[in-house]
């Protein structure tokens, strides 16, 4: 399976911006978390996305099997589906920086990302009239406590 890497799925300009701080990206995470929905989420996004592009620290694989929801049509106009689509990104981006620099160890780690993605779903969910099979997905398997195994499967198909 061809495997897509956040530097070349993404082709947001962050390129210009200075290399975030360990600091800027906990800041960043913690406030995508609270509340998906800040206006300020753009920015934290891209101190995500650039770290996750540059850093050494984490390592970040994008794909069908760690973000199944990127190929889901969901119903909105072209720049709707963006951006719930973005805020879909940066909270699997969350979930999965913040895991890999608590453990200090740079192995991509699908089970945190989903985690922060489900809760962000939810919050979506909350404000906005979409559903996404890929999420509930991973939702009913969090429920049924098969997430972390799925996690388990999904490493070692794309390692």
């Known amino acids: 399976m061809k495997h897509i890497f956040l530097s070349l799925l993404l082709a947001l300009p962050v390129l210009a911006f200075e290399q975030p701080t360990e600091r800027d990206v906990i800041q960043a995470i913690q406030q995508i978390k609270e509340n998906i929905l800040d206006s300020q989420n753009e920015e934290a996004g891209k101190v995500l ?36 689509k973005y805020l879909v990104l940066i909270s699997y981006l969350a979930g999965n920086i913040e ?11 699908p089970y945190a990302g989903w985690l922060v993605v489900i809760d962000s779903y939810e919050k979506l969910k909350q404000n906005i009239n979409f559903k996404s099979d ?13 997430l972390e195994r799925h996690a388990r499967e999904v490493r070692r198909a794309l390692y």
Do not use: H, M, Y
């Open 134 to 146: 890929s999420i509930e997905r991973l939702a009913a398997l969090k429920a049924a406590e098969l």
């Open 99 to 109: 895991d890999q620099l608590e453990r200090e160890n740079a192995l991509d780690n």
């Open 49 to 84: 996305i650039r770290f996750a592009q540059t850093s050494p620290k984490v390592k970040i694989i994008i794909g069908k099997l760690t973000a199944p929801w990127a190929d889901e049509e969901w119903g909105f106009s072209k720049d709707r589906k963006a951006t719930l």
